[in-house]
């Protein structure tokens, strides 16, 4: 089984008043292809530390992050912002959607940062609005579209670059519970046909029944756990 996702022995730690505290202590993750992984944790339990390290935009104190087995740390700048761009695949809470593009232009602006030509970034954006349901939102703008359409438009915009890995952050949080579980169905099932690794910092206990495996972030380490799904 190949590990798309690898974070091995990371350590995190920064300086407050004088004390050295420690966020992510010894951490470690393998996402396998195909696989949705949910982590859970109270606030402040470095549950953004350990997305942001793993999205190569934070460098970790120690340990190392993995991409289809070649390390990411270490890279300078323009590399990360490349492998940004290229293999990770970012959806935030609130879709971050560039208010003056219509929705094919969200995607293909993305694509053509990442080298794609026009033609062939205009082609792969309508296949994949066609696959999510928003054909016939190709020429709206974000202000007109409900919250889980605007959801569905990232992830159609994250996926643009094959990236192999994507990552999201609390997708739910601004939906209701039937739009929510729409937007981890698409996650979930982007990730096993596509054989992506997808990871999903999360509070919401309503979708968790999709995910594969279910971490918690305690004292700086993932930690699986057995729990009733009502």
Known sequence: MRHRL?????????????MQR?????????????????????????????????????????????????????KNKKELTDIRLRRLGFIFQSANLIPYLKVEEQLVLVAKMGGMNKSTAVRRARELLNKLGLTHRLHAYPEKLSGGERQRVAIARALMNDPAVLLADEPTASLDASR????????????????????????????????????YLEDGRLVEKQMVLR
């Not at 690898?6 to 004088?18: A, M, S, V, W, Y």
């Not at 195909?34 to 793993?54: C, Y």
């Open 6 to 18: 690898l974070l091995d022995h990371i350590k995190r730690t920064f300086e407050d008043g004088g």
């Open 22 to 74: 420690t966020i992510l202590d010894n951490l470690n993750l393998q996402v396998a292809e195909g696989e949705l992984v949910a982590v859970m944790g109270p606030s402040g339990s470095g549950k953004s530390t350990f997305l942001s390290i793993a999205g190569a935009l934070l460098e970790p104190t120690s340990g190392d992050v993995l991409l289809d087995g070649e390390s990411i740390t270490g």
């Open 180 to 215: 929510g579980m729409d937007v981890v169905r698409l996650l979930a099932g982007e990730a096993k046909e596509r054989g992506k690794s997808a990871v999903m910092v999360t509070h919401d206990e309503r979708i968790l029944s999709l995910c594969d495996r279910v971490l």
